[in-house]
């Protein structure tokens, strides 16, 4: 049984997609029954180009390192209240 997932918070620099490849592939269809799931990545640098690409690709948020656990759950929830 497949589940729809309520979000999905990941790292913006991993393998072997990025984070903007998995924001493609969930708003393309490309992952199957995903495409509106909020998505938050997780970024070590603030590459303006880098950033810019994963949002046009369909990421809601960034949250750059280093951030506390006030800053997580804040970004979670605008996330997940847009």
């Known amino acids: 049984?497949?589940?729809r997932?309520?979000?999905i918070i990941c790292e913006m620099e991993q393998s072997p997609i990025d984070?903007?490849?998995l924001a493609y592939a969930l708003r393309s269809g490309k992952i199957k029954g995903n495409q509106r799931t909020p998505l938050l990545l997780v970024a070590v640098?603030?590459?303006m180009g880098r950033i810019k690409e994963a949002i046009?690709?369909?990421a809601n948020n960034i949250l750059l390192k280093p951030f506390s656990a006030t800053?997580?759950?804040k970004r979670v929830k605008m996330t997940l209240y847009r």
């Open 71 to 73: 800053d997580l759950v």
């Open 5 to 7: 997932l309520i979000s």
């Open 45 to 47: 640098n603030n590459d």
């Open 19 to 21: 984070g903007a490849g």
């Open 1 to 3: 049984m497949r589940r």
């Open 56 to 58: 046009s690709a369909g």
